[in-house]
């Protein structure tokens, strides 16, 4: 299984709501990302866990809130957004942690907020 | 600062050969890969260049100069399925974790 699964595939929330990304992989990886892509834009790094711990928030709002139940499940919840967070919300692996690591990508969230 | 600029847009035939320029500023160096995402599709790994040359995968190919802080895509033999955009990407910003270029928006035509 060389693949990493995100759930739902698209989402429409409203400004009160609060939901959650799910994202899955069986690979063994030990690092799991958040990327946020806007339209037409580079993927934008949000948040990197490593052996389940978080290690990086690039200074991320904290209506986002990431969560590793496990190595092999990340979650990203959702409260209180903006329209201007409507993007597409990317989950990553990696078999490492270093720099630099072959990422592989799940297919997104298309998330709008109304 | 961190960046990776890439040209907007590149057109090209079917059958033809194109390539994808890279430029970069990091402040320290570990590889420049490159992906590949469809419209509404993932990112996905094409390649990889930790020293300087040129690395081929098939269809594929990608060279760096450190020197010049400058790598490139080759794609030879343009399907239409190759078009998409076209993404760099290295290790920079505070964390030195992967950050993406610009993006290329490749079109092939028949």
């Known amino acids: 299984d060389t693949e990493v699964t995100q759930t739902p595939k698209h989402l429409v929330m409203g400004m009160t709501n609060k939901k959650s990304l799910k994202c899955e992989q069986h690979?063994?990886?030990?690092?799991m990302y958040w990327y946020k892509q806007k339209a037409k834009k580079p993927p934008e790094l949000m948040f990197v866990?490593?052996?389940?711990?978080?290690?990086i928030n690039e200074s991320v709002p904290s209506r986002f809130s990431p969560e590793c139940p496990n190595s092999s499940l990340l979650n990203l919840h959702l409260h209180a957004l903006q329209p201007e967070d409507s993007a597409l919300y990317l989950c990553a692996s990696s078999q490492g942690t270093g720099n630099g690591e072959k990422l592989f990508f799940g297919s997104g969230t298309q998330l709008s907020v109304l | 600062g961190q960046s990776l600029e890439q040209p907007s847009e590149v057109t090209a035939v079917e059958g033809a050969i194109v390539q994808i320029n890279c430029t970069y500023q990091?402040?320290?160096?570990?590889?420049l890969s490159w992906y590949q995402q469809h419209d509404g599709g993932a990112p996905t790994f094409l390649s990889y260049n930790g020293l300087d040359g040129l690395e081929e995968t098939g269809r594929f190919s990608s060279f760096l100069s450190r020197s010049d802080s400058y790598g490139y895509l080759l794609l030879q033999e343009l399907q239409m399925k190759d078009s998409a955009s076209y993404f760099c990407a290295a290790p920079g910003g505070a964390t030195n974790k992967l950050i993406f270029g610009t993006g290329t928006l490749l079109a092939v035509q028949p």
């Open positions: 866990y490593s052996y389940e711990k978080l290690s």
């Open positions: 990091t402040s320290g160096f570990y590889g």
């Open positions: 690979m063994g990886h030990r690092a």
